[in-house]
């Protein structure tokens, strides 16, 4: 538990750009150290993104929870949130006073970028794991590995969202309930 616990102060800290961009990270440590697979960790992504709060927060939660129970579940997401809200109080003064200085400006500029491309490659990441078949946590080959019903269900879907821009949560279970059916 001391182990997880470090891991989770480690991404609390050493990520900037909200739960989307610690999930590159969170993967990483998850399907590192054997507390999920990467099929696990995608099915965790849709979890969070559908039940209410964070979505770093609901993952460390899970993966607390289901490593050392009730009391894993609190302390992981504590963990998770502690290093952020430290800074947060630390820094807000200062930046607040320094918020025009031309190398606080460029900083943020750099920390966008890269929060950008943390959240890009969360979505290659679990795009991998969602439209291909794995055979025991490895991908297949392009072609044999693409599931068919899993890419037309996200291309329905994102043509959908684009059209009618509704809640999510119709999304979440609408797609739900469709893919019951279809497999």
Request: charged letters at 10%; glycine letters at 8%.
């Amino acid at each position: 538990m001391i182990k997880m616990l470090f891991e989770f102060i480690k991404i609390g800290a050493f990520t900037y750009g909200g739960g989307l961009a610690m999930i590159p990270l969170l993967q990483d440590v998850a399907v590192e150290n054997g507390w999920l697979t990467a099929v696990q960790f995608a099915d965790l992504i849709a979890i969070s993104q559908s039940t209410p709060g964070p979505i770093a927060i609901n993952m460390a939660t899970y993966i607390g929870y289901r490593e050392f129970g009730v009391y894993g579940a609190v302390v992981m997401s504590i963990a998770v949130v502690l290093p952020a809200f430290f800074m947060a109080i630390a820094l807000s003064k200062v930046l607040y006073k320094y918020k025009k200085h031309p190398y606080i400006t460029a900083a943020f500029v750099g920390l966008k970028a890269t929060v950008i491309g943390l959240i890009g490659t969360s979505i290659i990441q679990v795009a991998l794991v969602s439209i291909y078949e794995h055979d025991q946590g490895k991908l297949l080959s392009f072609w044999q590995g693409i599931d068919y019903k899993a890419l037309a269900l996200f291309c329905i879907s994102l043509l959908i969202i684009r059209k009618t821009q509704k809640h999510p949560l119709i999304y979440i279970i609408g797609f739900g309930l469709v893919s019951i059916f279809i497999w």
